[in-house]
């Protein structure tokens, strides 16, 4: 759902709420929130119930982290809280406290990550909208679990992608699917 000037309302959950933002600001009384984000730590003047995705991208301008279905079911919005997958589209900002938060941005300044690396080789993008959310979340399967198998990278890094990127993508090369 988007507000009347083109702006996405904020979420919380599968329920809309009424609050469209301006400036990345919401129209709400703000508070001083102590965040860390890939690895720095920076202050936001926000509603304490913003949604951490529109706090990455509206407040701080870290726009890698995609806004998808605002209901936690697509991924696109995935970032890790001290290293485990979150949906930030409905993890409001307060929520947070003092864990880390990485952001696509953050996970390496140079796309040296395995995962991204493997992204690129194996040519994964369809439309590439929410390959940012699917690259994170494999990212945290594959910390937990070197070698995952298929039915775990599915069930592990659930993600809904209209334009059907391959799921093989979220498992290793020595055993994803060989065509």
Same mark, same amino acid.
């Given at each position: 759902?988007?507000?009347?000037?083109?702006?996405?309302?904020?979420?919380?959950?599968? +329920?809309?709420?009424? $609050?469209?933002?301006?400036?990345? =600001? &919401? @129209? %709400?009384?703000?508070?001083?929130?102590? #965040?860390?984000?890939?690895? +720095?730590?920076?202050? $936001?003047?926000?509603?304490?119930? =913003? &949604? @951490? %995705?529109?706090?990455?991208?509206?407040? #701080?301008?870290?726009?890698?982290?995609?806004?998808?279905?605002?209901?936690?079911?697509?991924?696109?919005?995935?970032?890790?809280?001290?290293?485990?997958?979150?949906?930030?589209?409905?993890?409001?900002?307060?929520?947070?406290?003092?864990?880390?938060?990485?952001?696509?941005?953050?996970?390496?300044?140079?796309?040296?990550?395995?995962?991204?690396?493997?992204?690129?080789?194996?040519?994964?993008?369809?439309?590439?909208?929410?390959?940012?959310?699917?690259?994170?979340?494999?990212?945290?399967?594959?910390?937990?679990?070197?070698?995952?198998?298929?039915?775990?990278?599915?069930?592990?890094?659930?993600?809904?992608?209209?334009?059907?990127?391959?799921?093989?993508?979220?498992?290793?090369?020595?055993?994803?699917?060989?065509?």
């Amino acid at each position: 759902m988007r507000a009347a000037r083109g702006r996405p309302y904020s979420t919380r959950g599968a +329920r809309q709420l009424a $609050v469209p933002l301006v400036r990345g =600001m &919401p @129209l %709400l009384g703000g508070a001083m929130i102590k #965040l860390s984000v890939n690895g +720095r730590d920076t202050e $936001v003047d926000v509603d304490p119930d =913003m &949604p @951490l %995705l529109w706090v990455l991208r509206d407040t #701080l301008g870290l726009t890698g982290t995609k806004f998808g279905c605002g209901m936690a079911l697509c991924g696109a919005c995935t970032v890790h809280l001290d290293g485990q997958p979150i949906r930030s589209c409905v993890t409001g900002v307060q929520a947070v406290g003092a864990r880390r938060i990485t952001t696509i941005e953050g996970l390496s300044p140079d796309r040296s990550h395995p995962v991204q690396k493997a992204w690129i080789e194996l040519d994964v993008p369809q439309c590439g909208y929410c390959q940012s959310g699917q690259i994170m979340s494999a990212a945290a399967l594959l910390a937990r679990t070197a070698e995952p198998s298929m039915p775990t990278s599915t069930r592990r890094c659930p993600a809904i992608c209209a334009a059907a990127a391959p799921t093989s993508a979220f498992a290793p090369r020595s055993i994803a699917p060989r065509n």
